[in-house]
């Protein structure tokens, strides 16, 4: 998450106020000042956190189950909607076993602590999320970064653990998209070079799924083996709240036996797993949203270098301008606002110094002439 400033102490984002794709901002102490911009902040991607089928499922489990399930899913917690999401969702990805939690966080503590140990050594990208970070944390392995997406660097790390100790099972983690980069893994080479050389490997997948790889089924979708484990989340594009973990039987089983993120917490929110359902309904329903995003973000990208702007890493939704200085980052959010666009600066320790950044984020439904006031407000027009 970006770093606080005082300006941003200053406000208050209500969001969703004026419908799909705007947001209000609330100066505190003048609630009377109310303007309506366009979001290009949040992780809705496919425009679905209120979409009539979510609203119409959450209400409904509501009804029928009430807010919360009251219990952990191995006592009184488990419903069929909860079933019902993960057996949709192992069809969906063609994967064993899915197992929800009520966050994407617990979710990738508890699958990097199934798949090591302190004799484990852990290769994670040099770009990867805090929650994985703590999950390496958590379970004593060895941890070594390899540089962001960097394939020879990999290699040569993975020489050195099998050479040290040939029985060594590394464990590499990535993520699919990233979030502050805006850039994709290669995973079909990571794949590969993992089953050259007997490590496992854990992906994850939050910001891609709905989005990104065939008919928005993530990019290790077709990939099985080594990649154990694929997090994903539906508090981006699936419109809701939660997460889930798919894998094989055996490590689906484990999970459930041994997980502490999985046997100790309350069970996701029946209203959650209910809306999550009928978005991944929707996904289903409508395959090309996910490309036709995708050809939208791609568009972004080839105007912005028009307009003199170096090209964004990757061709997903997520679109990183580096500005430099956290003041400048700030400098240019604001003028965004002034044109109608909300768009947060993300400034250390979230990125490297000196590599603050707007993270602008393409959505579904968003204004047709979103981009020009974008462009305008970079050109401090």
């Known amino acids: 998450m970006p770093s606080i400033s005082n300006q941003s102490r200053r406000r208050r984002i209500r969001a969703w106020m004026n419908g799909p794709g705007t947001c209000e901002l609330t100066e505190l102490g003048k609630s009377n000042e109310v303007s309506a911009l366009i979001d290009l902040a949040s992780n809705d991607y496919?425009?679905?956190?209120?979409?009539?089928?979510l609203l119409e499922a959450a209400t409904k489990a509501i009804a029928i189950e009430g807010v919360s399930s009251c219990g952990s899913r191995l006592v009184t917690g488990t419903r069929k909607v909860h079933q019902d999401l993960e057996n949709a969702l192992a069809q969906w990805l063609h994967r064993e076993h899915v197992l929800l939690f009520p966050s994407g966080f617990q979710a990738n503590i508890a699958a990097v602590v199934a798949l090591a140990n302190r004799h484990t050594t852990v290769l994670a990208d040099r770009y990867l999320h805090h929650s994985l970070l703590l999950g390496v944390k958590t379970c004593g392995a060895r941890l070594q970064r390899f540089s962001h997406n960097d394939l020879t660097d990999l290699t040569q790390r993975l020489k050195k653990c099998k050479s040290r100790n040939p029985?060594?099972?590394?464990?590499?983690?990535?993520?699919?998209?990233?979030?502050?980069?805006?850039?994709?893994?290669?995973?079909?080479?990571?794949?590969?070079?993992?089953?050259?050389?007997?490590?496992?490997?854990?992906?994850?997948?939050?910001?891609?799924?709905?989005?990104?790889?065939?008919?928005g089924k993530g990019l290790c979708y077709g990939i099985n083996e080594p990649i154990k484990i694929v997090s994903g989340?539906?508090?981006?594009?699936?419109?809701?709240?939660?997460?889930?973990?798919?894998?094989?039987?055996?490590?689906?089983?484990?999970?459930?036996?041994?997980?502490?993120?999985?046997?100790?917490?309350?069970?996701?929110?029946?209203?959650?797993?209910?809306?999550?359902?009928?978005?991944?309904?929707?996904?289903?329903?409508?395959?090309?949203?996910?490309?036709?995003l995708i050809s939208k973000s791609q568009f972004w990208r080839s105007k912005l270098v028009d307009n003199g702007w170096e090209k964004p890493a990757g061709d997903g939704p997520i679109i990183p301008l580096i500005i430099g200085s956290d003041q400048?980052?700030?400098?240019?959010?604001?003028k965004l606002e002034q044109?109608?666009?909300?768009?947060?600066?993300?400034?250390?320790?979230?990125?490297?110094?000196?590599?603050?950044?707007?993270?602008?984020?393409?959505?579904?439904?968003?204004?047709?002439e979103t981009l020009s006031k974008v462009l305008e407000g970079l050109a401090g027009k």
């Not at 997460?243 to 039987?249: G, K, T, Y």
Request: glycine residues 10%; proline residues 7%.
């Open 46 to 53: 496919l425009n679905l956190s209120k979409h009539p089928r």
């Open 328 to 334: 400048q980052a700030l400098d240019v959010q604001e």
């Open 233 to 292: 989340t539906f508090g981006k594009a699936f419109g809701s709240g939660g997460a889930f973990l798919a894998s094989n039987a055996q490590i689906g089983d484990q999970l459930i036996q041994n997980s502490g993120a999985f046997k100790y917490t309350t069970a996701l929110a029946p209203p959650l797993a209910a809306a999550a359902l009928a978005a991944l309904q929707l996904m289903q329903e409508n395959p090309n949203w996910g490309s036709s």
């Open 167 to 215: 029985k060594d099972i590394p464990l590499v983690i990535t993520e699919s998209l990233f979030s502050m980069e805006g850039s994709t893994a290669p995973i079909k080479e990571i794949a590969t070079l993992c089953d050259q050389f007997g490590a496992n490997l854990l992906v994850d997948e939050a910001h891609a799924l709905g989005v990104m790889g065939p008919e």
């Open 339 to 368: 044109k109608g666009i909300l768009s947060i600066a993300i400034r250390p320790p979230t990125v490297p110094e000196g590599t603050a950044r707007l993270r602008l984020v393409v959505r579904k439904g968003i204004p047709h």
